[in-house]
């Protein structure tokens, strides 16, 4: 990973409490000089991802604990950077059912397209 631009620029890594998310941020944390701002619903498990992620090198960790699939999210996210500059955005969230498609409902349907589609769009 390049540190160039990094100059203390936060990166935003949705999904960081668990999973890829999370090993991205860590890998920030280990390999660049990025403010990051980790984000995710589940609390517990973002602060333990911050604690890793500062035990592993990093200079500068934040946490918002926000439901990305809220259209008040990216107003939520953006009073947590302030005037920081932004260096980019990780979008690690996901969702899915594991269900044959048939058996699928409109509830799965729903969530499935408020989490990968629209709080993408969202945070654009």
Known sequence: MSELDSEMATVII??????????TALAF???????????????ENLEKCASA???AGA??????????TLPKAPE???EKLSDQKLAGIINNLGWYQPKEIEALTDDDIQKALET????????N
């Open 76 to 78: 939520i996210i953006s």
């Open 53 to 55: 992620c500062l035990e």
């Open 14 to 23: 949705t999904g960081a409490s668990k999973g890829i998310g999370a090993a």
């Open 59 to 68: 200079e500068s960790v934040e946490i918002c604990s926000v439901d990305l």
């Open 116 to 123: 990968n589609l629209m709080a993408a769009f969202r945070l």
């Open 29 to 43: 944390a280990k390999e660049t000089k990025y403010r990051l701002l980790l984000v995710s619903r589940g609390l």
